[in-house]
């Protein structure tokens, strides 16, 4: 099997971004683009080509969250209540069923900036594919690679309850996501 490109990884990356405001949108959360890739594309290429400086501010824009999740199912009619809201970040990997390796240097600055943020990993080869975990729970290891393992208490439907409602949708997701990756694996 010949290692994966960069445009596979990419067009992987966006398919679980894509799944993740499915499901999320299917249970009636508000998914709005947020992250890196949606707004600050220019500054990408530049940082990509060595060309801007590695400040603080650029650290900050480059660990940005993928979505803003909105829960506005608690407004009523006549009372106006809190909308909830969450910053997600939407991660894959196809290695292994239930444990994936992040860069540590990556974990800390979501640390760092996003604390408060939910990590959200698409796993094909996992049980359950969709899994949360809030950042500020994630201990960064003191090596290159920090090694998460996802279980029955890392699903995603614990960290967004409505999705419990839409069982049928979320299994169909389920089903796409392991079909659709396993198709996409370059040999």
């Not at 508000?30 to 400040?55: A, M, N, Q």
């Not at 909105?70 to 009619?77: A, H, K, N, P, T």
């Not at 690679?145 to 279980?151: A, N, Q, S, V, Y």
């Not at 309850?161 to 990756?181: M, Q, T, V, W, Y």
């Amino acid at each position: 099997m010949r290692k994966s490109t960069f445009h596979v990884d990419r067009a992987k990356g966006d398919m679980a971004k894509a799944l993740v405001r499915t499901l999320l949108g299917t249970a009636d959360y508000t998914v709005l683009p947020f992250g890196y890739e949606s707004y600050f594309t220019h500054i990408k290429d530049l940082v990509h080509t060595g060309r801007v400086e590695k400040t603080r501010m650029v650290h900050q824009i480059r660990t940005m969250p993928d979505f803003v999740v909105l829960d506005e199912s608690s407004i009523g009619d006549r009372v106006p209540e809190k909308i909830g809201v969450e910053f997600v970040e939407v991660k894959f990997s196809s290695r292994e069923p239930n444990l994936v390796g992040i860069e540590t240097s990556k974990i800390k600055g979501y640390r760092k900036y996003w604390p408060d943020s939910t990590l959200v990993y698409v796993l094909p080869r996992g049980k359950d594919v969709f899994y949360a975990r809030l950042i500020r729970k994630i201990k960064p290891s003191s090596i290159d690679i920090t090694d998460l393992e996802f279980g029955k208490e890392d699903r995603i439907e614990l960290y967004f309850p409505r999705i419990s409602g839409f069982h049928d949708e979320l299994e169909d997701l389920k089903k796409i996501a392991k079909k659709a990756f396993a198709k996409l694996e370059v040999k």
